[in-house]
């Protein structure tokens, strides 16, 4: 694993941009008291070397109609996770899906335009012969990105 | 929502830091135009929010966890009160009520194992916390990622 220092420009960019991808370049230039020259290329150096990859919108899934949020937990048959996972890639509504280590085997992620859907979903991802247990929690009031919350202090000067 | 709007939005969502002058030139409209409908968007709520993708496993996180938490079931514990002190803990990405299995799940960005066990301590002390199950999965996962940037 390659793991970079990141001074206190680099920080300061990702943590504004973190809470807001389109702040200005001069506002974060500012902060630092550095050029926006500086702050352009150290962007720019970011995205080149990979620890950017995309700046991009926070949408509420509700508003675009899909109403139900869960999640599933899934324990599997033996050596079957990556069957299962292929199969679950495959459904509608499924937006994440990853093995996982603990008390379940794959954890998920997925959006339906109703309860009726989530609950096909579900019945679905049980009707597969090598799943043994679907366990739903469904998300309610409201769900909360906080992508600020990165600690990203530590890193300074780091390993 | 207006065939601009799934425009505004398919645009930023490529490029969020995409100029309102691009995407006004690209839509053959004012760029006035742009900011209103970008505004009308964040106001009623369907842009919650702008942010940036960063390769975790390049700024030394190992991976992701997810915490399901259970309630103490009584009168002085909120689950809103403990939802909101898991919002301002570090590395916690994502926070949300459940209905379900459990009471409350949050998804944190791990360094390593201990740095999990840490978050795990930390979030078994939070008062009215009663029990929980965790899982972690390594890298960044990234599948579909409309609406979840994990």
Known sequence: ?159 | MSELDTKIIEYLTENARLSFRKIANQTERSTDTIINHYNKMMKNGEIRGSTVIVDIDKIGYEGTAAFQIDVTASNDVKSEGILQTLIEMPNIIVATKTVGEHDLLALAVIHDVKHYQQISRDIAEIKGVKNMTSCIWPGNEKILPKYFII
């Open chain 1, 1 to 159: 694993m390659s793991r970079r220092k990141l001074d206190e420009i680099d920080v300061a960019i990702l943590r504004n941009l973190q809470k807001d991808a389109r702040t200005k370049y001069s506002d974060i230039a500012a902060q630092c008291s550095v050029s926006v020259d500086t702050i352009i290329k150290r962007f720019k150096k970011l995205k080149d070397q990979g620890i950017i990859t995309n700046t991009t919108l926070l949408l509420d899934p509700r508003k675009f109609g899909e109403e139900v949020i869960a999640n599933f937990s899934i324990d599997v048959e033996p050596s079957s996770v990556d069957e299962v996972l292929e199969f679950l890639r495959k459904q509608n509504g499924l937006c994440f899906a990853t093995q996982a280590m603990g008390r379940y085997d794959i954890f998920s992620i997925a959006t339906r335009r109703n309860m009726n859907e989530m609950n096909s979903l579900k019945e679905t991802i049980q009707s597969h012969n090598m799943v043994r247990e679907v366990r739903t929690n469904i998300w309610v009031d409201q769900f909360l990105l906080c992508p600020q919350n990165f600690e990203l202090e530590p890193l300074i000067g780091g390993p």
